[in-house]
DNA sequence: CGCTCTCTTGAAGGTACTCAATACTAGTGG
DNA sequence: CCACTAGTATTGAGTACCTTCAAGAGAGCG
């Protein structure tokens, strides 16, 4: 695994702008709207990034970047998954985020990144230097509340993993990761209520905070009540979603 | 328990600005400084907020505001403790945060407040109306870095939140509390090392993903192994910080 | 001074973890 | 195209931990 950062000097650059643009997505925190989340950019805003950065492509399981070092970018996924980990001091993993398309990474405190970056699937995105991008935040008042907004939706999506990792049961945490997992990936056409994981059990298990065999067993008991059906390892058919998010703990 | 913004014709003014000042507290993502929290608002910002702002004070165990009502205001607590929860489906109470001086509170979701504040000890707080506050980050670019690098740091500490809450045994969890808490939280002038709990055994709970009782229990462990000794239900003096932390998982 | 609420302690039961073995997938090379 | 192989996923048994239910001790308030 390398670290596409290393690659400067020569980075895979992808095609011209017409398909992808830069785009960051979020329920704003005004009471505008019906609560659902929206793009963030404006278009002067989304050509104004697209003057300061570089559209990227990485294979798959790649690490992007390491927690601790520089951190000289910020990421904005055009199509792809990619994980933010940390690693504990006791030698656990623990995932911090799933990314997808229209989200942000490159979180860092002090001029380092507080996680490790990887690429789950092949992916596309915006690098923006950060020392660029300040200059510009320090003029556009309007792309400041436009990341505010995400950054609230980032935090109250944090909080929500929270509760979900602290209580429930082992099948109520799964149930609620599919749930969860159906609402912000977008699927790579397939059938309906089917769902494509991007991520191995592993990814799983330190993400919800379980051992990657109780997330199997936890499958398997969800399998047994109807909720959903393993069609695959990585391919899961939700069968009834009501009865899942009753399982869920959602009622 | 009454709501304060209910009593809005006659809230509980306190006195002039001179001892307190709006504050926002939290380590910038700019590679500036030594990685610590700093005072993000320029003298001419926190005039800016006065004017705009109104100073309340509270009781101890106070509602400030209802998960679901409409935000009309955000808080900068200038000193005092208050929480945030969110009641579950099933009936647990999980807390989202605790809240201490220079903490902002009220973060909201298409313009309802996305958990329920409440008062631990008596608090004083600048509340601030958001469309007010709208105004004035539509005109300045730096106040919004400001919130941003706040927010960047609850986010933050709402990960670090969720590792606690995910692996870990009982004892760990209550260490990592313990420590968190010392770092946090400003100590009422009190013994070196003697920790004061502004919150009871079931907020702990609540906040930790465990049962009362099972903190009780770790908390009986931590004593037995010799890193903290219970001087009473609310004070806890730390007496082995290295053990504690070694207890905590951080080797 | 007594009451109430909070906190602590005890015992039984259930759930997830660890260790271990097997099944399966997917990627590789013949 | 097929077989092989290394990694991934599932399943099983035993153990350790947390939760629940229950009762008692302590603190704080009127």
Same mark, same amino acid.
């Given at each position: 695994?390398?670290?596409?950062?290393?690659?400067?000097?020569?980075?895979?650059?992808?095609?011209?702008?017409?398909?992808?643009?830069?785009?960051?997505?979020?329920?704003?925190?005004?009471?505008?709207?019906?609560?659902?989340?929206?793009?963030?950019?404006?278009?002067?805003?989304?050509?104004?990034?697209?003057?300061?950065?570089?559209?990227?492509?990485?294979?798959?399981?790649?690490?992007?970047?390491?927690e601790?070092?520089?951190?000289?970018?910020?990421?904005?996924?055009?199509?792809?998954?990619a994980e933010t980990s940390q690693l504990l001091?006791?030698?656990?993993r623990h995932i911090t985020a799933f990314l997808?398309?229209?989200?942000?990474l490159?979180l860092?405190?002090?001029?380092?990144y507080v996680a490790t970056a990887?690429?789950?699937?092949?992916?596309?995105?915006?690098?923006?230097?950060?020392?660029? +991008?300040?200059?510009?935040?320090?003029?556009?008042?309007? $792309? =400041?509340?436009?990341? /505010?907004? #995400? @950054?609230?939706?980032e935090?109250?999506a944090s909080?929500?993993h929270a509760?979900?990792v602290?209580?429930?049961?082992?099948?109520?945490?799964?149930?609620?990761?599919?749930?969860?997992?159906?609402?912000?990936?977008?699927?790579?056409?397939?059938?309906?209520?089917?769902?494509?994981?991007?991520?191995?059990?592993?990814?799983?298990?330190d993400y919800?905070?379980?051992?990657?065999?109780?997330?199997?067993?936890?499958?398997?008991?969800?399998?047994?009540?109807?909720?959903? +059906?393993?069609?695959?390892?990585?391919?899961?058919?939700? $069968? =009834?979603?009501?009865? /899942?998010? #009753? @399982?869920?703990?959602?009622?």
């Open positions: 695994m390398k670290d596409v950062e290393d690659l400067a000097a020569a980075p895979a650059v992808a095609p011209p702008p017409p398909p992808y643009r830069p785009s960051i997505f979020a329920a704003p925190f005004q009471k505008v709207g019906d609560g659902h989340a929206v793009e963030l950019l404006s278009v002067a805003e989304q050509e104004a990034l697209i003057a300061i950065s570089q559209l990227v492509s990485m294979r798959r399981h790649t690490l992007i970047y390491s601790g070092s520089e951190a000289r970018f910020v990421y904005n996924v055009v199509s792809g998954v001091p006791n030698g656990d997808f398309a229209r989200d942000l490159g860092s405190v002090d001029g380092r990887r690429t789950l699937t092949p992916i596309v995105a915006y690098r923006i230097p950060v020392d660029a +991008l300040e200059a510009i935040l320090e003029r556009d008042p309007r $792309l =400041d509340i436009g990341l /505010l907004c #995400k @950054l609230c939706h935090l109250r909080q929500h509760i979900t602290s209580k429930h049961e082992a099948h109520a945490r799964v149930a609620n990761f599919l749930l969860w997992l159906e609402g912000v990936h977008v699927q790579p056409a397939g059938v309906a209520g089917e769902l494509t994981l991007p991520m191995s059990r592993h990814d799983v298990a919800i905070g379980l051992s990657v065999e109780s997330v199997s067993r936890a499958l398997h008991v969800l399998e047994d009540k109807g909720a959903v +059906l393993r069609k695959g390892p990585r391919t899961i058919e939700l $069968l =009834d979603a009501a009865k /899942l998010r #009753k @399982l869920a703990g959602q009622i």
